[in-house]
């Protein structure tokens, strides 16, 4: 779960679509997380990936390329609400725990 | 409990000092994790426990940091001669097994002064 890499901010408009990056290096890989984190609270898991594809939840889906080491969180209808850090974490073979990136910060602007 | 409870929420304390943080996790998970996130970053692992046994310390910065869980149920971690460097989100998260992720309490904001 090394060299988890995130954009550090970003901003979109209320009502937009926006899609948030990950990459990724690991020896060997279980599966990948998106968890929300709003300002001075804890992380909520969002979506869980561990096969190549698209997973769709409501607004939200997550797509994962294992052999890309990629993937993205996508956003849709986006609301003032959505403003918050989006965390990728990587489940690393032989690991006893989760890997987070550093979060990419988004901003919903009206 | 229905969530993961995470106490104190704030600690201030003066350089030097002991501090513990307690973590009550969801009834029924075996495994607890201790994390710390420091601000604009994501959290770094400190110490996974399977039921009572510390499975995996590697995370933690130095032996002034230690946690036990002695009934396999609440953790506490431990941290002597508290550092400014220490100042923190110290965030516990339980979990029935690592592939179906983490609840995470709402963190213990470390300060030290």
């Known amino acids: 779960g090394q060299n988890i890499d995130q954009p550090t901010e970003m901003t979109a408009t209320e009502g937009a679509i926006v899609q948030i990056n990950c990459t990724y290096q690991t020896s060997g890989f279980n599966g990948l997380f998106w968890y929300q984190q709003h300002a001075g609270e804890a992380p909520t898991f969002l979506s869980y990936n561990v096969l190549d594809g698209l997973e769709e939840k409501g607004r939200f889906s997550s797509f994962l390329s294992r052999s890309k080491g990629y993937s993205y969180l996508l956003l849709k209808e986006l609301q003032m609400k959505d403003s918050a850090s989006y965390l990728c974490a990587v489940d690393e073979t032989g690991a006893n725990n989760l890997f987070f990136g550093t979060g990419t910060r988004l901003t919903v602007i009206p | 409990g229905a969530g993961v409870s995470q106490t104190p929420s704030n600690k201030v304390t003066e350089k030097g000092k002991y501090v513990e943080l307690r973590c009550d996790p969801i009834?029924?998970?075996?495994?607890l994790y201790w994390y710390r996130q420091s601000l604009g970053q994501g959290p770094e692992f400190l110490i996974y426990?399977?039921?009572?046994?510390?499975?995996?310390d590697s995370g933690l910065p130095n032996d002034r940091f230690f946690a036990v869980r002695p009934e396999g149920s609440v953790s506490t971690l431990k941290i002597q001669r508290t550092e400014r460097g220490d100042s923190a989100v110290y965030l516990c998260?339980?979990?029935?097994?690592?592939?179906?992720?983490?609840?995470f309490g709402s963190g213990t904001r470390l300060t030290v002064v």
């Open positions: 998260a339980s979990s029935q097994g690592q592939s179906y992720g983490y609840t």
């Open positions: 426990f399977q039921g009572t046994g510390a499975a995996d």
């Open positions: 009834s029924g998970h075996t495994a």
